[in-house]
T-cell receptor
Framework: GAGVSQSPSNKVTEKGKDVELRCDPISGHTALYWYRQSLGQGLEFLIYFQGNSAPDKSGLPSDRFSAERTGGSVSTLTIQRTQQEDSAVYLC????????????FGPGTRLTVL | DQQVKQNSPSLSVQEGRISILNCDYTNSMFDYFLWYKKYPAEGPTFLISISSIKDKNEDGRFTVFLNKSAKHLSLHIVPSQPGDSAVYFCAASEGGSEKLVFGKGTKLTVNP
């Protein structure tokens, strides 16, 4: 079946603009994760969705970042008033249920804030 | 404060030899560890995992060793192949948490 897809693959924006990044998880996967990889860094956890439970937002770096997951499937990560330090690759992953289930990653969205 | 550390940013080995990638962690509550492999312009792909109740897990050419007392794990690839050239990330999670904490990665180059 299809893997995790993300759009756009690349996004260039100006400082201060809002951006939306989209993730389509694997069908049937109830868990969805967002990570960020800044240059030279490892993956940084941002947010986790599991079914209809309240998301774990503990990794979001500021209140400019938000995410939602509609109908338990597609997720959108929104960054408001983007800053240059937001430039990174944003990766989405999904898994069947829990962290010990394999997380399947999408190809990521490379965000560049000028 | 980096809880998962991969101190070698890069490693180069000859085809057919063993590749050993190392990872250290500081959080003694971590009880599940994973290795991911990442090619350029692609998302990471799961390679192998180990629970803290074990000290070794093997899958084909890949073996992960866990030394809980030293808070150290390693990934052995034998024999190494040019297609193994990628960035390898070590990750860990704490019991009951759905968050994975990743290291910065080690870039492995396997030379033909």
């Amino acid at each position: 079946g299809a893997g995790v897809s993300q759009s756009p693959s690349n996004k260039v924006t100006e400082k201060g603009k809002d951006v939306e990044l989209r993730c389509d998880p694997i069908s049937g996967h109830t868990a969805l994760y967002w990570y960020r990889q800044s240059l030279g860094q490892g993956l940084e956890f941002l947010i986790y969705f599991q079914g209809n439970s309240a998301p774990d937002k503990s990794g979001l770096p500021s209140d400019r970042f938000s995410a939602e997951r509609t109908g338990g499937s597609v997720s959108t990560l929104t960054i408001q008033r983007t800053q240059q330090e937001d430039s990174a690759v944003y990766l989405c992953a999904s898994s069947f249920f829990m962290v010990t289930d394999t997380q399947y990653f999408g190809p990521g969205t490379r965000l560049t804030v000028l | 404060d980096q809880q998962v550390k991969q101190n070698s940013p890069s490693l180069s080995v000859q085809e057919g030899r063993i590749s050993i990638l190392n990872c250290d962690y500081t959080n003694s509550m971590f009880d599940y560890f994973l290795w991911y492999k990442k090619y350029p312009a692609e998302g990471p792909t799961f390679l192998i995992s180990i629970s803290s109740i074990k000290d070794k897990n093997e899958d084909g050419r890949f073996t992960v060793f866990l030394n809980k007392s030293a808070k150290h794990l390693s990934l052995h690839i034998v024999p190494s192949q040019p297609g193994d050239s990628a960035v390898y990330f070590c990750a860990a999670s704490e019991g009951g948490s759905e968050k994975l904490v990743f290291g910065k990665g080690t870039k492995l180059t396997v030379n033909p």
